[in-house]
């Protein structure tokens, strides 16, 4: 079964500080990877997608990949309580099928 | 521009009633899908449509039978409702194929109780 894994949390960051979200993967064939933000309640809605090796930065975004270690990560900068939400790790397969994982609560401490 | 549009978005249902889900894009879309997500669990794939004409397998179909009608709607029907279907629906779509790295675009969601 493949499987992509993320910390549950509840991940407690004070405001203007760095939020570390974290994801690993189990299929080494697996080729693009997403971030997804849920509110409470609402439908989600992708914040970065990241296909190579390294950053991708997007304002206060970064999102890190590397396959090699079958990992990936969202840092999120300047932390604010609007960030304060679900983040859902999800990857594709070849098969077309877009895997998510169970998701980190983020909480931003004013 | 509505997007991706869910019916119904609440719904009770008594073990052993069968219904269908609605689920309509008005992007052009290519892919369709539906997902279910229960507290805890992030969100699992039941079934997806690559294509019209197409529809596969995901995660958790069983309990499940899906319709992709045309290129716009894709329905998701439940034949005999236990509690363990008890969930939200989330219809998506992408324009691509995922495998070409296209994002999702989610529905509002159902929120289905069997009781």
């Known amino acids: 079964q493949k499987e992509v894994e993320q910390n549950s949390g509840p991940l407690s960051v004070p405001e203007g500080a760095i939020a570390s979200l974290n994801c690993t993967y189990s299929?080494?064939?697996?080729?693009?990877f997403f971030w997804y933000r849920q509110y409470s309640g609402k439908s989600p809605e992708l914040i970065m997608s990241?296909?190579?090796?390294g950053d991708k930065e997007d304002g206060r975004f970064t999102a890190q990949l590397n396959k090699a270690s079958q990992y990936v990560s969202l840092l999120i900068r300047d932390s604010q309580p609007s960030d304060s939400a679900t983040y859902l790790c999800?990857?594709?397969?070849?098969?077309?099928?877009?895997?998510f994982g169970k998701g980190t609560r983020l909480h931003i401490l004013p | 521009n509505a997007g991706v549009t869910q019916t119904p978005k609440f719904q009770v249902l008594k073990t052993g009633q069968s219904m269908t889900l609605q689920c309509a894009q008005d992007?052009?879309?290519?892919?369709m899908y539906w997902y279910r997500q229960d507290p805890g669990m992030g969100l699992r794939l039941i079934y997806y449509s690559a294509s019209e004409g197409t529809t596969d397998k995901g995660e958790v179909p069983n309990g499940y039978n899906v319709s992709r009608l045309n290129k716009r709607e894709f329905s998701l029907r439940l034949e005999s409702a236990a509690p363990s279907q008890t969930s939200v629906y989330f219809c998506?779509?992408?324009?691509?194929?995922?495998?070409?790295?296209?994002?999702?675009?989610f529905g509002s969601g159902t929120q289905l109780s069997v009781l």
């Open positions: 998506a779509s992408s324009e691509f194929r995922a495998a070409t790295n296209e994002k999702l675009f």
């Open positions: 999800a990857v594709n397969n070849p098969d077309d099928k877009i895997i």
């Open positions: 299929d080494r064939v697996s080729q693009s």
């Open positions: 992007m052009n879309h290519n892919s």
């Open positions: 990241i296909y190579s090796n």
